[in-house]
C-alpha cells in the first residue's frame, strides 16, 4: 500500500523525526518509550493530513487486528493457526481469508513475520542470549530457532546483531 499523501504540518514532521533521531543517539532513560510515542504522534498526523485531504484512512479489521495481538501475546506457547480461530470463534479459513486481505500472506506467515520481528527487537534491544530468545519465542530447540530465522531473514542470529549494531 504504498501511496504519496500530502502533508499539512511538515515543520512538525522534521521536528519530531529530529526528536526521534535525538532520542536514538542519547538513549536516555525510557528512550524506547518516548520513541514509539513520537512514532505513534506522526501516524496520527498522517490520518489527519490524509482526512484533510478528503482521503479515506486504511483500518484493518477488528478480526484481523484480535489475530495480531493474541499473536503477540503468546509467542512463547507457539500455538498454531487452529488455536487462534478457535479463541476468535471463527475458522482457520477466515484468518488466511483476511490475513491475505490486510497482508498478501497466510495466518501462519503472519506469525511466522511476527516471531521474525519480534526475535529481531530482542537480538538488538534486549540482552538476552540466542537460546534465551529462542525459549521466550516458544523455540523448544536453539539450533531449530536459528535455522527458522536465517530461513526468513538470510542471516543467523548472530549474523543479525553483527549487521545491524554495524
Same mark, same amino acid.
Given at each position: 500500500?504504498?501511496?504519496?499523501?500530502?502533508?499539512?504540518? &511538515?515543520?512538525?514532521?522534521?521536528? @519530531?523525526?529530529?526528536?526521534?533521531?535525538?532520542?536514538?543517539?542519547?538513549? &536516555?532513560?525510557?528512550?524506547?518509550? !518516548?520513541?514509539?510515542?513520537?512514532?505513534?504522534?506522526?501516524?496520527?498526523?498522517?490520518?489527519?493530513?490524509?482526512?484533510? +485531504?478528503?482521503?479515506?484512512?486504511?483500518?484493518?479489521?477488528?478480526?484481523?487486528?484480535?489475530?495480531?495481538? +493474541?499473536?503477540?501475546?503468546?509467542?512463547?506457547?507457539?500455538?498454531?493457526?487452529?488455536?487462534?480461530?478457535?479463541?476468535?470463534? @471463527? @475458522?482457520?479459513?477466515?484468518?488466511?481469508?483476511?490475513?491475505?486481505?490486510? /497482508?498478501?500472506?497466510?495466518?501462519?506467515?503472519?506469525?511466522?513475520?511476527?516471531?521474525? !520481528?519480534?526475535?529481531?527487537?530482542?537480538?538488538?534491544?534486549?540482552?538476552? /542470549?540466542?537460546?534465551?530468545?529462542?525459549?521466550?519465542?516458544?523455540?523448544?530447540?536453539?539450533?531449530?530457532?536459528?535455522?527458522?530465522?536465517?530461513?526468513? @531473514?538470510?542471516?543467523? &542470529?548472530?549474523?543479525?546483531?553483527?549487521?545491524?549494531?554495524?
Amino acid at each position: 500500500m504504498n501511496e504519496k499523501i500530502t502533508i499539512h504540518r &511538515p515543520d512538525f514532521f522534521t521536528e @519530531t523525526l529530529k526528536q526521534i533521531e535525538d532520542e536514538i543517539n542519547e538513549k &536516555p532513560y525510557q528512550y524506547l518509550i !518516548s520513541t514509539h510515542s513520537l512514532v505513534e504522534l506522526l501516524l496520527i498526523e498522517i490520518n489527519r493530513s490524509k482526512i484533510a +485531504n478528503g482521503d479515506e484512512i486504511w483500518k484493518p479489521d477488528a478480526l484481523f487486528l484480535k489475530f495480531l495481538e +493474541n499473536v503477540r501475546r503468546n509467542f512463547s506457547q507457539n500455538y498454531p493457526v487452529s488455536y487462534f480461530a478457535d479463541i476468535l470463534g @471463527t @475458522t482457520e479459513a477466515k484468518l488466511n481469508e483476511v490475513s491475505k486481505l490486510h /497482508t498478501n500472506k497466510t495466518a501462519l506467515n503472519v506469525i511466522y513475520s511476527l516471531i521474525i !520481528s519480534e526475535s529481531k527487537r530482542l537480538l538488538l534491544y534486549e540482552k538476552l /542470549t540466542v537460546k534465551e530468545i529462542a525459549y521466550q519465542l516458544g523455540f523448544n530447540d536453539p539450533f531449530y530457532f536459528s535455522n527458522f530465522f536465517k530461513k526468513h @531473514t538470510s542471516l543467523s &542470529p548472530k549474523d543479525y546483531q553483527k549487521a545491524v549494531k554495524n
